[in-house]
């Protein structure tokens, strides 16, 4: 079979590899994006989990912080997300009593008053500790799109006494002086810990928690409307538009420099020829099919139980449930129970309480329920639990999924007046509408590494001083990029590496290289 040339080739058609493609196709450069599965989308897919119901949830990811607006309208994408009132929920029990800690994005009165049952100076603590944070999401946001900038370059304009709190001292450390209460602390780690398989005083949770905080420079977490599905088919309409050649079910198995261009070879025959190689899947996946190199990482740890509900419960505190379920609920994420949890599950052993948070998509968008469950009161559910770290299921896989889903849904229903196996939708058979991802069931389904939602572990958004400035996503071989989650600045839906990987390529062909 004879070789097909091209200028570029981009591996992977989830919303990075998609975002590649259309950025270099509109800059008139010849594309042919590779794609292993039948179906384009990767993890941002929406699908219609329960075959008997009109529901078509996130089935991976869910929620979009990171996307840069800049994104959208350079590509001129109609995608909307919508924001939520409720920033999050933590139910808990304060001398026998159930309460809960109610957090608006924009904090009013009955936010100060849901603090002030957690100590007198707990919202003075909140509010200072993110003014802190913003202060930094003001300087970082801004150059998520350019060329990496140097540390020292950020800590000059954050200030030393900012970035060295935040930047250089374990999260941990940092929590257990600025704030007075164990829920609150808890609150707060939660954004150093999804995904992240580590303990507070690491510095992989600092990372993980700018990651989080930073998004558009607010931090602030949307709901994207119509599902994630809605974004990659606007994605795959307008790159099918700009020339994009698509191919699905065409799995790479060997990338090799030939002369001046790289070589690509399918597991179908198929094989290609190009200068530009642009890898939008795991580091790890490229490292099996080419000479590169991944480095090693943590393993994923999260599980995700999707939930078809008839009914929303209603809660023990007394809290209207379409207000603790529109933002983010926290289980059992006091600082203490984040930390038991995490020396439990190192220890290679399920832990005892599971911290987990979740939300409810149709609560702020019910357009992806169809007209009849919407009138029947349906609503999804999507839960995340912590500190589930894949080797938890290298053995009685099954076995450990039923332990797990067990022990979640008996910690929810400590705070809820109507158990939650009350209020799942039912399939004709009888059971209960809800399915659970583990982290290797993520590996298997949509490539990522031992179930890590980043692919690796996340890198600072900057270079060390004294290095060559660059866009975070070179691989130290001329024309092969890393165009997916595991570049720097690559973890979340944001388009970022995506972007990145197609300016770099862009620049190159502009220098004449």
């Known amino acids: 079979m004879s070789r097909r040339q091209t200028k570029a080739i981009v591996i992977g058609a989830g919303h990075n590899g998609l975002i590649s493609s259309l950025y270099l196709a509109k800059a008139g450069v010849k594309v042919v994006l590779l794609e292993g599965t039948e179906q384009a989308g990767g993890a941002s897919v929406s699908q219609k989990v329960f075959a008997e119901y009109e529901a078509h949830l996130s089935r991976y990811s869910y929620l979009v912080s990171l996307m840069p607006d800049q994104i959208r309208e350079e590509l001129e994408l ?12 933590t139910p808990t029990k304060i001398a026998g009593e159930d309460v809960g800690l109610l957090v608006e994005r924009v904090p009013t009165a009955i936010t100060k008053e849901s603090f002030a049952q957690f100590g007198a100076t707990s919202f003075t603590e909140w509010e200072d500790f993110y003014a802190r944070v913003q202060k930094l999401a003001d300087v970082i946001a801004p150059t998520m799109l350019g060329k990496l900038p140097s540390r020292s370059e950020l800590k000059a304009a954050v200030g030393d006494e900012i970035w ?11 929590l257990e002086q600025k704030f007075s209460d164990d829920l609150v602390r808890g609150v707060v780690l939660t954004d150093g810990l999804i995904g992240t398989h580590a303990d507070a005083h690491h510095m992989a949770a600092n990372i993980c928690f700018l990651y989080h905080l930073i998004g558009n420079g607010t931090g602030e977490w ?9 974004l990659v088919k606007e994605l795959l309409a307008k790159a099918n538009a700009h020339g994009v050649e698509i191919l699905t079910s065409h799995r790479v198995s060997l990338i090799k420099r030939a002369g001046e261009t790289w070589q690509v070879e399918c597991t179908n025959g198929a094989s290609f020829n190009a200068p530009y190689v642009l890898a939008a899947c795991a ?5 099996k099919v080419s000479e590169y190199s991944a480095p090693k990482s943590l393993d994923g740890s999260q599980v995700k139980i999707n939930m078809l509900l008839q009914k929303l419960p209603r809660l023990k505190s007394g809290i209207d449930a379409k207000d603790a379920f529109a933002g983010t609920f926290h289980i059992d994420e006091r600082y203490s129970d984040l930390q038991m949890a995490y020396q ?11 911290p987990a948070e979740m939300y409810c998509h149709t ?10 469950l919407n009138s029947r009161g349906f609503h999804t559910l999507t839960l995340f639990g912590l500190h589930t770290p894949a080797v938890l299921f290298e053995n009685n896989a099954a076995a450990v999924k039923a332990e797990i889903a067990h022990k979640l849904f008996t910690q929810l229903n400590e705070y809820l007046l109507d158990p939650i196996e009350e209020c799942f939708a039912r399939n004709s058979d009888g059971s209960p509408c809800f399915e659970i991802k583990s982290p290797l069931e993520l590996e298997a ?34 024309g092969l990029y890393l165009a997916g989650a595991g570049a720097i600045r690559g973890g979340g839906v944001s388009g970022i590496p995506g972007r990145s990987a197609a300016m770099a390529v862009l620049e190159e062909i502009g220098s004449g290289s």
């Open 283 to 287: 580091p790890q996946t490229l490292a």
């Open 363 to 372: 609560l702020t968008d019910n357009s992806i329920l169809s007209d009849d």
């Open 445 to 478: 389904e949509i490539g990522l590494p031992r179930g890590n939602i980043f692919h690796k572990d996340l890198s600072m958004p900057f270079s060390e001083d004294g290095q060559a400035r660059s866009w975070g996503v070179e691989t130290g071989f001329s």
């Open 78 to 89: 109609s995608f909307e997300t919508l924001g939520r009132r409720i920033s999050s929920f």
């Open 164 to 174: 060295n709190e935040i930047m250089e001292r374990p999260l941990g450390q940092v």
């Open 344 to 354: 439990q599950s190192a220890a290679g052993k399920v832990p005892d309480k599971i």
């Open 222 to 230: 949307r709901v994207p409307k119509g599902g994630m599905g809605s």
